[in-house]
């Protein structure tokens, strides 16, 4: 396979694919395809994905509602707590994270999810 042909493949990907939605399948058959056009055999193995339904998400500060957007499968409750603004992800301001709705930069990883949770954190805002 050439480089342009694999940059192609990488442009024509290049959007969100959550595991389980319609997304990912759209990704998976033009892969697929992509393998036949080449003379490779390829199929699609179907497997359970666990997934979560939203149903609605509302941040509640000071009794003012702000509506935002929820994580799929991160769960969700009632959560009074301090905030804490994380603004490193090492040791030390990991501990600070015990007990408080952690406030974060960016996209929220599958390792920092990992640390926050290890960590004790209550809850989290992206």
Same mark, same amino acid.
């Given at each position: 396979m050439k480089i342009e042909q694999m940059q192609l493949i990488f442009e024509e990907t290049a959007y969100i694919r959550?595991?389980?939605s319609l997304e990912e399948r759209r990704?998976?058959?033009y892969l697929r395809d992509k393998c036949n056009e080449m003379g490779i055999d390829a199929?699609?193995?179907?497997?359970?994905?666990?997934m979560a339904d939203m149903k609605k998400a509302?941040?509640?500060v000071d009794g003012e509602k702000i509506p935002?957007?929820? @994580?799929?499968?991160?769960?969700?409750?009632?959560?009074?707590?301090p905030l804490y603004y994380l603004t490193g992800q090492?040791? @030390?301001?990991?501990s600070m994270c015990?007990?408080?709705?952690?406030?974060?930069?960016?996209?929220?990883r599958y390792w920092v999810y990992q640390d926050l949770l290890e960590?004790?954190?209550?809850?989290?805002?992206?």
């Open positions: 959550t595991g389980g990704c998976a058959n199929t699609l193995e179907e497997f359970e994905v666990e509302v941040l509640m935002c957007t929820g @994580y799929l499968c991160a769960g969700s409750g009632k959560v009074e707590a090492d040791s @030390y301001s990991l015990k007990g408080k709705i952690v406030i974060l930069d960016g996209l929220l960590a004790g954190a209550l809850g989290f805002i992206t």
